[in-house]
């Protein structure tokens, strides 16, 4: 009997170990077991309305505990000191630069035309008509027709005022800008070189090139309507070579005034264009010549002279 009863506690003990064992790897495979034994189900939470819930959603970080978004640092305005200096050492040095090739120019001029009245003087009558006939019948049709249109060039550019063949000068290099514009692998140098800006690192160059700097047709063509108009009156009176310096000085003035105007307000935004050197001609026009005649593009029909443009600006 001892025996026997040996024998049945020992059977009982490895029932229960197996029986163990067996809950252990059915609750490791089964996920439902492992939900029941490892994670706790959450508590229900009360029924709440949907303005509750808005509001919950709502909160802002700071309220729910959570640390709000930090604010975004503050752009330190830039000193303007050295554009300042720029722009005075560039005003100056384009008017005694003006002045110097000014002088050179006229007494070019008078050496030209000292050379020109000698050689009338020894080629007249030496050569006639029949060696020109013969020379120009020993052309190719090609060759006469090329020297025909290179007569007709000459010819209009002959015809045009020494104010108007400098701005067709400025008409050009503004042109050729704008097409630059429009190819994409130059964008990256036209916004660093061609557009002002006083946050940039570059604020030098463009204070000048941003002058001939027109990203519009319709702008550049205004501009250069309004400069072509008043070209012949302002050279005729300062001179190509002042003409020029008050043009590049005055593009550069207007480009530090706007600097200063971003710098006061806080609003970092690159400009170009030449309507600050173009307004400096019209106002070196109507401060030379007050009695001159002006009118408005879009309205013909209204004329007034030039000394009443600072009136009419106030009205």
Not at 27 to 56: H, I, W
Not at 75 to 87: A, D, E, G, I, N
Not at 154 to 178: H, K, M, P, Y
């Amino acid at each position: 009997m001892a025996w026997r009863g040996c024998v049945m506690k020992w059977a009982k003990t490895e029932f229960t170990t197996s029986k163990n064992i067996t809950s252990r790897s059915s609750s490791r495979l089964n996920p439902y077991n492992q939900q029941r034994c490892g994670f706790r189900r959450d508590a229900k939470r009360p029924d709440t309305k949907k303005g509750n819930v808005t509001q919950e959603t709502n909160t802002p970080p700071s309220k729910a505990g959570t640390p709000g978004c930090p604010p975004p640092p503050k752009v330190p305005r830039p000193t303007l000191f050295k554009p300042l200096m720029f722009t005075v050492g560039f005003t100056g040095c384009s008017f005694g630069a003006a002045a110097i090739l000014q002088y050179e120019t006229l007494k070019s001029r008078v050496q030209t035309a000292k050379d020109e009245e000698e050689s009338e003087k020894l080629l007249k009558g030496s050569q006639d008509m029949a060696y020109w006939h013969n020379w120009w019948n020993q052309l190719t049709g090609f060759q006469r027709q090329l020297i025909l249109l290179m007569s007709t060039v000459d010819d209009f550019w002959s015809s045009l005022t020494e104010g108007q063949r400098t701005v067709t000068g400025i008409i050009a290099v503004n042109a050729v800008v704008l097409c630059c514009w429009r190819i994409p692998s130059l964008q990256r140098s036209m916004i660093k070189y061609f557009m002002s800006n006083p946050a940039s690192k570059t604020r030098y160059i463009p204070m000048v090139l941003s002058s001939f700097s027109h990203y519009s047709i319709i702008h550049m063509m205004a501009n250069m309507y309004v400069l072509w108009t008043f070209s012949s009156g302002i050279v005729s009176l300062l001179g190509r070579e002042q003409f020029l310096a008050v043009y590049l000085s005055a593009g550069v003035i207007s480009t530090m005034g706007s600097y200063m105007y971003k710098t006061a307000t806080g609003r970092f935004y690159p400009t170009l264009g030449a309507s600050g050197a173009v307004m400096a001609v019209l106002a070196a026009v109507c401060a030379k010549v007050p009695e001159a005649k002006l009118g408005i593009i879009f309205l013909p029909m209204v004329t007034f002279t030039a000394g009443n443009v600072p009136v009419i600006g106030l009205l």
